[in-house]
């Protein structure tokens, strides 16, 4: 449903809403998601250009979100890094569609809409703050471990 790279943004901002207060290195996040620390790089880059992660530089640098877990939705997420985009024209570009989605791209972007509002009426706030057996997007250590 979502690319591998939306998958990895995901996991990393949920691992930075997990330690809100803390400042994590891009090797450290890697480690934590099981993301390669190749491509997280590009995907924490991507985040800072949308303005949900911050960066510091320095002995105590590293990530932490740049807004409350609470305001940013998993469509914030995944659009910074590759969007669910709408349908707007027939991909098929038959003339006798004209400006209208045919009947079956009509469907499919009815149910694109519902999926984005479904991200964007979810936070990462959320996800992190449920409890149960498992962690939500990857396997957090303790927290005492990261301070």
Do not use: W
């Not at 449920?130 to 301070?147: A, E, F, N, V, Y």
């Amino acid at each position: 449903m979502i690319s591998q790279t939306a998958e990895y943004a995901l996991r990393a901002v949920a691992c930075l809403a997990t330690y809100p207060k803390t400042s994590l290195t891009a090797p450290r996040i890697a480690s934590i998601t099981k993301v390669p620390a190749s491509y997280l790089s590009k995907v924490l880059q991507a985040l800072g250009k949308a303005r949900l992660v911050k960066s510091r530089r320095g002995l105590h640098g590293g990530f932490l979100l740049a807004l409350p877990a609470n305001k940013i939705s998993l469509l914030d997420v995944i659009d910074a890094v590759d969007p669910i985009r709408p349908i707007t024209r027939c991909p098929l570009d038959l003339e006798t569609h004209g400006n209208d989605l045919c009947p079956l791209h009509d469907r499919l972007n009815s149910a694109i809409m519902l999926i984005r509002k479904a991200y964007g009426n979810a936070t990462v706030g959320e996800l992190v703050s449920q409890t149960g057996k498992s962690k939500p997007l990857c396997d957090m250590p303790d927290r005492k471990k990261i301070s």
